[in-house]
């Protein structure tokens, strides 16, 4: 009993990464039931969701290259990162179900989705990874949570464009 180990600020991070790994499912299911209730499907949300896997790739690729470790802003940085990459496959997603509602096909929907919105995904992607090149640039203390950002939104826009349509049309497959 006399003898004691202080490790610093170790158990204080491991209660924060605790809380984390509770709040990342609950924010999941929350965002579902919000989709769900606004795309009225099931289906879609799923679909929408798969903008997350296409974000890690990048959000790996950039922990690595720049030399960070996950820590707990680079987990509020990957929270924040599904916000973004879930933002770009709504907009598709709302665009190809609205020209689906206009009468045309689910191939011709989807290539209009992506005429139709790819300038302005890839213009709120690009501007957010500009805006934080000089806060990952400069600050060591913030430089995991902006390298998550950056890379996650490069990997996830490019995929979101090459390959979602592919997953709507499978979508829209499984719906008839």
Known sequence: DAVSFNLGQESENQDSFKTLALAFPILLVVMYVLLAFQFRSFLQPL????????????????????NNAISFFTLLGFFALVGLSIKNTILLTD?????????????????????????????????????????????????????????GLLSSTFLVVTVFPYYYLGAEFLRM
């Not at 679909?47 to 720049?66: C, D, E, H, K």
């Open 47 to 66: 679909l929408i969701f798969m903008a997350i896997p296409f974000s890690l790739f990048g959000v790996m690729g950039g922990l690595s290259i720049t």
């Open 95 to 151: 665009y190809a179900n609205q020209a689906r509602r206009s009468g045309m096909g689910a191939v011709d929907s989807a290539i209009e989705a992506l005429k139709e919105r790819f300038r302005p995904l890839f213009a709120t992607s690009m501007t957010a990874v500009v805006s934080l090149i000089p806060l990952a640039i400069e600050s060591p203390f913030w430089q995991g949570l902006a390298s998550v950002l950056i890379f």
